[in-house]
């Protein structure tokens, strides 16, 4: 079956040398590189590693800045999956090493809108407690997937997509079940960067947005995250809602940082 993997790209050349031919193992139809104001040496690589392969490989750049999305990736990655040649899409990142035992389960779309494939990932104390937050949501679906474009197209709402900081795997997810089936399933793919961080900060304004919370639930969420910048986040928000201020433009203050926004895409 054809189908098309989205991988976005932000200065990756170490992640890509070994995590590019675990994409190419798959035997994708096409492959769309997001690759998001790159310095490094990654579209060399990319160019390189295309010359031998026999697959529609494109390029999509993104340079200039659009506040009216708050996450950066998910702007990158609905682009992408319009931009798609084929209804089935394969979701991963830079540093991702693919399992090949996604493929098989690719036959599974569209009669599931959308199949998450867990990974294996190091175990710290962050990595438990996001893995227990997980849990207590009963929400396992992290951003290593498999979709349906008509399935997206027909049930995520764009505009409330761009409201949101983080968690555009769970929006997406959450949008696709309310029509769709959904599972996931676990895999041998293995995540590789040493560290990652998120802007809990973002997530406290999120939540404010979305309406209080108890200061018992505030905490819980805050220890689950191992982050107090998420405590932070709520607090502040509290203090613009009560003087009368817009809480999505005061988050678009703050992810201003953030530089981008694609403007073309071309065949390698």
């Known amino acids: 079956m054809k189908f098309t993997v989205i991988l976005p790209i932000h200065n990756d050349e170490a992640m890509l040398r070994m995590t590019l031919n675990s994409v190419y193992a798959l035997a994708p139809d096409e492959v769309i590189f997001c690759l998001d104001r790159c310095t490094d040496g990654s579209l060399d690589l990319i160019r390189k590693n295309a010359e031998k392969r026999e697959i529609n490989i494109r390029l999509m750049f993104f340079e200039e800045q659009d506040i009216t999305w708050r996450f950066r990736s998910a702007y990158m990655r609905r682009l992408a999956y319009f931009c798609s040649s084929n209804d089935t899409i394969v979701n991963t990142s830079a540093d991702l090493n693919l399992c090949p035992s996604i493929k098989k389960h690719l036959e599974k779309i569209p009669e599931y809108g959308l199949i998450s494939f867990g990974y294996l990932d190091r175990w710290t104390l962050a990595t438990f407690a996001g893995r227990l937050h997980q849990i207590i949501r009963k929400d396992g679906f992290g951003g290593l997937l498999a979709l349906s474009r008509q399935a997206w197209l027909e049930t995520e709402d764009i505009q409330d997509l761009k409201k949101v ?27 590789l960067r040493p560290v990652r961080w998120s802007n809990q900060y973002l997530c406290g304004v999120d939540t404010r947005r979305a309406g209080e919370v108890s200061g018992a639930t505030l905490l819980y969420r805050s220890l689950l995250r191992l982050n107090p910048e998420f405590i932070v986040g709520y607090r502040h928000a509290c203090m613009v809602k009560q003087r009368g201020g817009d ?3 005061f988050a678009y203050r703050v992810i201003q940082r953030s530089k981008g926004r694609g403007k073309h895409y071309d065949n390698v």
């Open 165 to 191: 900081a983080q968690g555009e795997d769970d929006h997406l997810h959450h949008a696709i079940a309310s029509k769709y089936k959904t599972c996931n399933i676990v895999t041998n793919s293995l995540h």
């Open 247 to 249: 809480l999505d433009e």
